[in-house]
Every structure is written in C-alpha cells, then in structure tokens.
C-alpha cells in the first residue's frame, strides 16, 4: 500500500471527512467563488440579513406581474374591457415615476420622532401598494359591466387602484434601496443592488406562476382573492423585510441645521459635472431597450410562426439573459471596473442582439431569434446595473436617495414612453406595409416590427455617444479602476487613460 493510501485510510483522515465542522469549512470556501451573489455580504451585512431586506423587491416584482401579466390578460380576455382602455389603465402607474427623484430627497432628509429616514417611505410606499391592490378586483369588476352601480365608479375607482399601486411601488422601490445602499459598504454596493435586482426578476417570475395557477379556473371570486392574497403578501414581505435593518438614530430629528430645499439640492447634483449626461445616456438606452416590450412575443408568432406556448417562453430567455447581465455586473463592478464602460458594453450586446433579432425574419431562423432575445437580455442587464452603479457613485452630499430616485425616474419614465411609442410606430407602419404605401419590397407582416428595432438600434448608438466621455472621464479620474478598452467601428476606443 502507497503512503499516500495509508494516509487515506488513516483514523484522523476518515475522522475529517465525517466531521461536521470540515464539511462546513469546504462550503464557505465554496461559496465566494460559485454561489451567486454569496460575496455580496459582509459583516455590517450579513447574507441572512441582506436576502431579508430584498423581500421589498419580491413584493414589487410580484406587483409588477400582477398588473403588467396577469391583470393585461384577465381585463381584456375575462372582463371583455376595452383594449385601449387597458392600456390607460397600466400607463398610469407610470405618472408617479417622475416624482422619484423627489421621494428620495425627501427620504434623505424626513425628520421622525423615532430616528428613522427611510423606513417611512417604504412603510408609506406598502401601505399604498395594499390600498390599491385591496379595491381592485371590485373596481375591475365594476369597469368590466359586471357589477351593479354607474359606470363612472368602475373607472375612478380603477384609475384610483392603479395609481395608488403605482406610487407605492415607486415609493418603496426608491427608499428601499436607498436603505440598501446605507447599509451595505461601498465595496460591496454593487453587488447588492446586483442581488436585489434578481430578487425582483424572482419576484416577478415566481408571481407570474403562482397567478397562473391560481387563476387557472377563472371566476370574479377567484379574481378577488388572488389580488387581495397578493396585497396581504405585500404586507408581510415588506413587514419581514423591514424588521430590524434601519438603525434609529433620534440625534436626527434633534438637529438644529437648516434643511436644503429640494432645488437646492438639484442643483447641486445637476452642477456634478456628469449627472445630466449620465441621465440623458439613462434615457436613450432604457428606451432603445424597452421598446421591444410590447412586440416581441407578437413577432415571434406573426412573423416566424410560433406557437403560443413557445413565444410565451421568451419571456424567460430575456429572464435569463437579464440574470446573467446582473450576476456578471456585480462580478465585474466587484472589481473595479468601470461602471459607465460596463453600461456602454451592455449597449454593444443590446445591438447585436436587435440585429439577430432582425435577421431571424428573412432568414425564417428561430434560433437567431432566441439568440437575439438573450442577447437582449444580458444587454439590458448590464446597462441598467452600470448606469445604476455610477449613479450611485456620483457625491451628491448626502442626498444618496435622490440620486437613486433620479435614475429610477428616468429609467421608469424613458421605459414606459418607450413601450408606448414601440407599439405605436409597430402598429402605425405595419398598416402602410399592409396598404403597399412603403412599396413591394416592404409589404411583408416584419416591417412595422423591424422599424422598431432598427431605431432600437439607433437609440443604443446614441446612447454610446452620450456615455463613451463618462467612461474615459471616469476612468481617468476613479482611483482602483481596471484597464478596460472598449473598440468601436474605425478603430476609435475608451481609453481608461487621458
């Protein structure tokens, strides 16, 4: 026998592989390097605590696809309501999104007899979230002609509904992760806001299933208790999610400073230097990336000729990829990469991804088409952690909750107009197609599709434009950032050096 068989097969050998405290030992190391997200926590906070405080997230993702997946469906199928008037209904959660940068400045500064900033706003932010979600289903109900009353009730009290559920998620969204952001060290802030993100794709996915299920046998009863269950869960999620995490701090409601008024403190943060081209940059790539939303699964089976149940299953390829673009942006921002070059290269992959998604028409290739998705996907995901990382890096002096709210303002507002205005021009040009306005060679059921990506395309190259003089600047002027060259066409690049 070997020595090293004998060693093998020694007591103390056989001992370690039993013992509990080795096997323990093998998973923390293990973790870091291959868990998801595992070295997003730290001492000030712990895995257990931060998985905690990203159940807000769960609860707007949940929300989300109630209202955006299950409730688009139920209203126009079920309840026979107006299409258009489905669509002025989902819009207008989107008119709280402006007032984000506002929410968060004011959670920055609110003064509570009990020490806190931002717990209010989130606890604000649920309490809305279950007002609007507890009247829905009999406004739904009413606005469909089910039930008994006036007509007009059905309509305020559904406008009334999703607002209410609109503001709360906004409200929630931007004090929670203004909290996230002062609970986690800098090092780290990248990978938490990676971490909640993914939360809040689970949340999404998870809801959307758990509603299909739940409303497989549709009546108005079902109807009711799903969304009042969804408004109780809201509750509780967010109640687990708070307990314990923000800090009371009394000294705060007893300071005697003057507070800055909300156009000071913009003014301050517009005088940044990069702050206002970071946003516009913000603006055209969450447009370029969302304009698609709408069409895609309509694409997919008018133009390719898919079936249902397979466009249906884009919606988690685009999952997938935006998944991945998360995980790989904390992995990198860990790592001191440039924030503003990672979003420029989120942008490139959203490019090529429009392009396969382009040519799976004429070529008639469904794997172009799945390919471009994910593409897309992963783009979207690296865009938005990049934009959203250097944003946060930005020193506002001590108004990190506006400048959190302010990308998530211009982010939510740039992506609704664009959802919007993609199905408009889909609609408007597939109709000249139809009437062979735009000539033989453009007739076809891809053109009023195709004309929204390529100015998808065009809105991403723009978007390169507005941010590639961040990426230098940052890079120039960052302490720690790694050496990342980002080529263009013509051979022009992003140095990381001026």
């Known amino acids: 026998m070997s020595a090293e068989s004998r060693a093998a097969a020694s007591p103390a050998s056989r001992f370690a592989l039993r013992d509990p405290r080795s096997w323990s030992q093998a998973w923390t190391r293990l973790g870091p390097r291959f868990l998801p997200f595992a070295d997003a926590a730290t001492a000030e906070l712990p895995l257990p605590r931060l998985l905690r405080l990203s159940l807000f997230q769960v609860s707007v993702g949940m ?127 990248p990978r938490v806001v990676a971490l909640l993100y993914v939360m809040l794709l689970a949340g999404m996915i998870g809801a959307s299933g758990a509603f299909a ?51 000071e403190a913009w003014q301050a943060f517009k005088e940044r230097g990069r702050s206002v081209r970071l946003l516009v940059a913000v603006t055209l790539g969450a447009a370029g990336f ?32 935006a998944f991945a673009g998360l995980a790989l942006s904390a992995h990198y921002l860990g790592r001191a990469v440039n924030s503003c070059r990672l979003a420029g290269y989120g942008a490139l992959i959203g490019i090529t991804g429009f392009l396969c998604v382009i040519c799976a028409a004429p ?35 001590g108004f ?28 408007l040009f597939g109709a000249l197609a139809a009437q062979g306005a735009l000539g033989t060679a453009m007739d076809g059921p891809a053109t009023g599709y195709q004309v929204v990506y390529h100015l998808e395309i065009a809105l991403l190259f723009a978007t390169l434009v507005a941010i590639g003089p961040l990426a230098t600047r940052l890079a120039a002027g960052g302490p720690g950032r790694s050496p990342m060259t980002l080529e263009l066409a013509g051979g022009s690049g992003w140095s990381t050096h001026s």
């Open 63 to 189: 929300a989300a696809a109630l209202l955006i997946g299950t409730l688009n469906r139920v209203m126009i199928v079920e309840l026979g309501v107006a299409s258009w008037l489905v669509a002025l209904m989902l819009a207008l959660p989107l008119l709280a999104a402006p007032f984000r940068a506002l929410i968060g400045f004011h959670s920055d500064t609110h003064r509570s007899p009990l020490g806190w900033r931002r717990v209010p706003y989130i606890w604000m932010g649920t309490m809305m979230q279950f007002g609007g979600l507890a009247i829905m289903p009999f406004a739904l109900i009413l606005l469909s002609g089910q039930g008994r009353g006036p007509a007009w009730v059905g309509h305020a009290g559904a406008a009334l509904a999703f607002l209410l559920v609109g503001a709360g998620i906004q409200t929630t969204q931007t004090a929670g992760l203004a909290l996230a952001a002062d609970l986690a060290p800098e090092k780290t802030r």
């Open 213 to 263: 299920l739940l409303l497989h046998s549709f009546n108005t009863m079902r109807l009711i208790q799903v969304v009042q269950g969804a408004a109780l869960a809201t509750v509780v999620l967010n109640v687990v999610a708070l307990w314990k995490q923000e800090a009371r701090q009394p000294a705060l409601e007893r300071a005697a400073a003057a507070r800055t008024r909300f156009a």
């Open 290 to 321: 969302s304009m698609q939303d709408v069409i895609l699964e309509p694409y997919g089976g008018q133009v390719l000729g898919l079936a249902v149940g397979t466009t249906s299953g884009l919606t988690a390829v685009l999952a997938a990829g």
């Open 363 to 397: 070529f008639a290739s469904v794997a172009a088409f799945a390919v471009g998705v994910a593409l897309v996907g992963l783009g979207g995901g690296l865009f938005a952690m990049g934009t959203l990382t250097a944003t946060m890096e930005i020193d506002a002096g």
């Open 400 to 427: 990190g909750g506006m400048t959190i709210g302010a990308w998530g303002a211009v982010q939510a507002t740039a992506a609704g107009l664009g959802i919007a205005l993609g199905g408009a021009l889909r609609d």
